[in-house]
């Protein structure tokens, strides 16, 4: 069992070296192609999210049409939807209503007429050709006419012929100006003769007959593309059927055949899956693309400081993932219990943990995905709007108070768009209204709980500095206070004063002042390793360094930047108080000793009394470099009257920015300026003229002393 236990803790180291060389691996591939950085996150990010999206929640009642139900199953929320299966019926029907429409062909009966008064005109010419035959003229009639009235139409009087030709093409037009459906053909010749004039002679009307029954033909055709356009015009016209299912209300009963109806009811209420949609999968991968694209490129454009800290935009995206699977979970199947989920959380807790901003369109993406999944606009309303004024009211969390004063506002907002859309709902009901309010009670009051230990929890793990982690570290019962205290109390005290003025210039620039004043209780803790050596500590003794070599005592005195940072490692102080202990110096000279051996002719390298470095690379850090080189320089003043405080911060900070000390950090000269007004103004007040008390008073005062001991 021994040997189990060795070998799975050896298995778990090689496997954590593990994770740290492929993590070392990727930061420096980031840092070689930092153009990678953005395509990378947003392949994973979207990869990630697009699992989610197409993850389907298993089926309460997968039933398929024409197989009987095992159970009665009941609706669990009102929804509304358009019923495929009744639509297409009544599309249907539509377009099965819809008459066959013709189209009549003009060319027909101009054909047919220049057919007949052709052939008129040859029997015309047989009857009055002298040279012919009577048989010959019997032939042409009846190559024209047939043997029935062949006779007729040669052996007619000219009178009769006459008036065949002049009145026969006119009746033979009129008959054909009327559509004549193939169908319909033999009936306009049976009724054709009701046409011809009443004088006409009875062979006039065999003749005329005849021609009627050769040359009168079908004029009007079936339109099939007319037919199908006007069908799929009823179609298009027929509105969408529209399905109402209440909540509680029936859908199936145990026994009973399910129906497409019954499917759809079930989809709808998302009870049921309608199997893999590959259209739907290719439309979801591409909206989790293209949110992701619209994610990073926010962060990377407008958010640089926490899209390059590796692990604040992990936290980010933790938490847009978590927030997206709980969605999914629920979503389509549990609708109204979507309603209860502590959306808010999400902003809030990052809010505090990596801004405002990168929480707001974190909280945006949120609701966009939810929205996606849901299709109801008042989900997107439910969760952005609510949680942007949880962002809004929360600020930087410094307080339960603050986090009550969060979740009642989050209350009302999530309460107000419920109230919203309420009105435009069809399937509103005051059951369901009670429990909409109630999901937003519930959603409001577990947001704010949420954030409040998702800040301690998640700062923890991911190691991002929180207010509570900070408060922690101001407290003088910290144990490396209470060691700079007992160990060095004249580096305690510059410490102190030097956080005064940190927190008055980081108020006045809008900078983090907690931090900057935490940052200033730890930038010399390094000094406890050797308080000797740092005059505000010697308390009149003798300085050590009267007797050892510049160079030395230069490299002794930077050495408290290297020994503050094993202090801080050891006791686990935060990357923004960490990076404060080097950036208080950053790469300055050590002026004194630097000038010392400058007069003695040993300067060889300068480089040899800079400070490790680096130099200040946040707000703070520079800020609390300024502090601590105007409060030591303004400590040693002989005088320290208002215009000499003011001209030695003017000195003190012009020194430091002429060495560039300052150009790594975000500080702009107008901060600088605000910077020295609030060093000068605090400082004023610090070593304000007292005045003295007569002679007499401290007289009586020091025997009463005595007296009492």
């Not at 953005?38 to 197409?54: E, G, H, N, Q």
């Not at 040859?122 to 009846?142: E, P, V, W, Y």
């Not at 459906?181 to 004088?199: G, H, I, N, T, Y």
């Amino acid at each position: 069992m021994i040997g189990d236990r060795f070998r799975l803790l050896r298995f778990r180291a090689r496997q954590h070296s593990s994770l740290r060389a492929i993590r070392t691996a990727i930061a420096e591939a980031f840092e070689r192609q930092p153009q990678l950085r953005v395509p990378a996150v947003t392949a994973i990010i979207a990869v990630l999210t697009a699992a989610l999206l197409l993850f389907t929640p298993p089926a309460v009642a997968g039933y398929g049409v024409g197989e009987v139900a095992t159970q009665t199953v009941r609706a669990p929320q009102s929804v509304t939807f358009v019923s495929d299966a009744l639509t297409q019926k009544a599309r249907d029907a539509a377009a099965d209503a819809v008459t066959k429409l013709y189209r009549r062909d003009p060319s027909v009966g101009t054909q047919q007429v220049t057919s007949l008064t052709q052939s008129l005109a040859r029997i015309d010419r047989a009857r009055t050709d002298a040279q012919s035959s009577h048989d010959a003229k019997l032939a042409t009639a009846q190559a024209e006419l047939g043997q029935t009235v062949a006779a007729d139409a040669i052996d007619m009087t000219a009178e009769e012929w006459a008036a065949l030709n002049k009145d026969l093409p006119d009746i033979f037009r009129s008959i054909l100006a009327q559509e004549i459906r193939a169908e319909d053909v033999e009936q306009a010749k049976a009724d054709a003769p009701k046409s011809f004039p009443s004088a006409w002679t009875a062979r006039v009307r065999r003749v005329a007959t005849e021609y009627m029954k050769r040359y009168v033909a079908s004029n009007t055709a079936f339109d099939q593309q007319a037919t199908e356009r006007a069908q799929l015009d009823a179609r298009n016209n027929t509105a969408a059927v529209v399905v109402q299912v209440l909540a509680n209300e029936v859908i199936v009963r145990d026994g009973e055949p399910v129906t497409p109806q019954v499917v759809e009811k079930l989809r709808a209420e998302g009870l049921s899956s309608a199997g893999v949609d590959w259209k739907g999968a290719l439309g979801l991968i591409l909206w989790a693309a293209l949110v992701s694209t619209m994610f990073t490129l926010y962060l990377e454009r407008f958010q640089p400081d926490v899209w390059q800290n590796t692990r604040e935009l992990a936290v980010a995206v933790g938490a847009l993932l978590i927030t997206v699977a709980f969605g999914r979970a629920l979503i389509p199947g549990h609708l109204l219990a979507v309603y209860y989920i502590p959306f808010a959380a999400l902003g809030m807790t990052l809010s505090v943990l990596v801004g405002a901003r990168t929480a707001a369109v974190t909280q945006t993406v949120a609701a966009l995905h939810i929205g996606m999944m849901s299709g109801q606009v008042e989900l997107v309303a439910y969760v952005l709007l609510p949680a942007l004024i949880g962002i809004a009211t929360l600020r930087r969390g410094t307080s339960t108070a603050e986090f009550a004063r969060a979740t009642a506002f989050v209350a009302v907002a999530a309460l107000g768009v419920i109230v919203s859309f309420l009105p435009a709902s069809d399937t509103a009901d005051v059951l369901g209204a009670l429990q909409l309010f109630g999901g937003a009670a519930v959603s409001a009051a577990g947001s704010g709980l949420l954030a409040l230990g998702g800040i301690v929890a998640l700062g923890h793990i991911a190691r991002i500095t929180t207010v509570f982690q900070l408060r922690e570290l101001a407290d003088p019962n910290h144990p490396l206070l209470r060691q700079l205290l007992l160990r060095t109390p004249g580096t305690y005290h510059h410490s102190l004063l030097v956080a005064n003025l940190a927190e008055r210039a980081a108020e006045m620039i809008g900078a983090d002042s907690l931090v900057a004043r935490v940052g200033a209780y730890y930038h010399d803790i390094g000094k406890m390793r050797n308080p000797s050596a740092f005059i505000e500590n010697q308390a009149g003794e003798k300085n050590p360094h009267d007797e050892l070599d510049p160079l030395v005592s230069a490299q002794i005195v930077a050495a408290h930047v290297r020994d503050g940072l094993a202090l801080a490692d050891r006791y686990g102080l935060p990357e923004r108080i960490r990076e404060v202990i080097p950036g208080h110096h950053g790469t300055a000279v050590v002026k004194f000793f630097y000038q010392q051996a400058l007069a003695r002719g040993e300067v060889k390298d300068v480089d040899a009394f800079r400070y490790p470095g680096p130099k200040p690379r946040s707000r703070e850090a520079g800020i609390v470099a300024l502090a601590d080189g105007v409060e030591a320089s303004v400590r040693s003043l002989p005088a320290k009257t208002p215009d000499e405080i003011r001209r030695m911060v003017d000195k003190i900070v012009e020194e430091r920015l002429d060495e560039g000390q300052l150009e790594e950090c975000d500080l702009t000269l107008a901060d600088i300026q605000k910077i020295k007004a609030a060093f000068v103004e605090l400082l004023v007040g610090v070593y304000h003229e007292r005045i003295p008390y007569p002679e007499d008073r401290i007289t009586p005062l020091a025997t009463r002393t005595g007296t009492r001991s």
